[in-house]
T-cell receptor, first 114, second 113 residues
Framework: KNQVEQSPQSLIILEGKNCTLQ??????????LRWYKQDTGRGPVSLTI?????NTKSNGRYTATLDADTKQSSLHITASQLSDSASYIC?????????????FGRGTQLTVWP | EADIYQTPRYLVIGTGKKITLECSQT?????MYWYQQDPGMELHLIHY???????EKGDLSSESTVSRIRTEHFPLTLESARPSHTSQYLC????????????FGPGTRLTVL
């Protein structure tokens, strides 16, 4: 059973609009959570990392939140651009693993229309 | 942009052929990984390496094999490709400076006919 669930599976928005992507996880013990952006035909690229003590972190137009109590994270994108069209993947790091075990969500496919 | 490279980017081959997917990184990272990703699905770890001469199988069973003779190089080999091997293969690496972040290559899209 996948321990990282993302919603929605896909999303279409108009350029300039905001959107919020959700990530729920059951990974324990928790170390950190990353949001990756994966353009079509490319490898994922890290956008933000959230540790246990962090609630909010921004990276330009991307703002990630983390509620470690409810095991939920969100990624908010403001003033969307066409280049934001990509898959956004939530990845949770298991603190208990020496490998640096990562649990991947299936991603939210975002499409920004002009 | 991470300094991790994969070749070829796209490969279409016939069943039964032997193939090697190349992965190289110039960051001096010790840990390297191979993932398999199907459309709309999560990444699945198929192989990893802690360093030279260290290789382990990941969570997803795979008929592929890997080798790690040099720190910067982590090739993946399929002795006899089958249509079920059709997928995207992503290579990643991790360094001591940022042990929780995996840097990904651009991927190889493999199609076996």
């Amino acid at each position: 059973k996948n321990q990282v669930e993302q919603s929605p599976q896909s999303l279409i928005i108009l350029e300039g609009k905001n959107c919020t992507l959700q990530c729920n996880y059951t990974v324990s013990p928790f170390s950190n959570l990353r949001w990756y952006k994966q353009d079509t035909g490319r490898g994922p690229v890290s956008l933000t990392i959230m540790t246990f003590s962090e609630n909010t972190k921004s990276n330009g137009r991307y703002t990630a939140t983390l509620d470690a109590d409810t095991k939920q994270s969100s990624l908010h994108i403001t003033a969307s651009q066409l280049s934001d069209s990509a898959s956004y993947i939530c990845v949770v790091h298991d603190r208990g693993s020496t490998l640096g075990r990562l649990y991947f969500g299936r991603g939210t496919q975002l499409t920004v229309w002009p | 942009e991470a300094d991790i490279y994969q070749t070829p980017r796209y490969l279409v081959i016939g069943t039964g052929k032997k193939i090697t997917l190349e992965c190289s990184q110039t960051m001096g990272h010790d840990k390297m990984y191979w993932y398999q990703q199907d459309p709309g699905m999560e990444l699945h770890l198929i192989h990893y390496s802690y360093g030279v001469n260290s290789t382990e199988k990941g969570d997803l069973s795979s008929e592929s094999t890997v080798s790690r003779i040099r720190t910067e190089h982590f090739p993946l080999t399929l002795e006899s490709a089958r249509p079920s091997h059709t997928s995207q293969y992503l290579c990643a690496s991790t360094g001591l400076a940022s042990p929780n972040e995996q840097f990904f290559g651009p991927g190889t899209r493999l199609t076996v006919l």
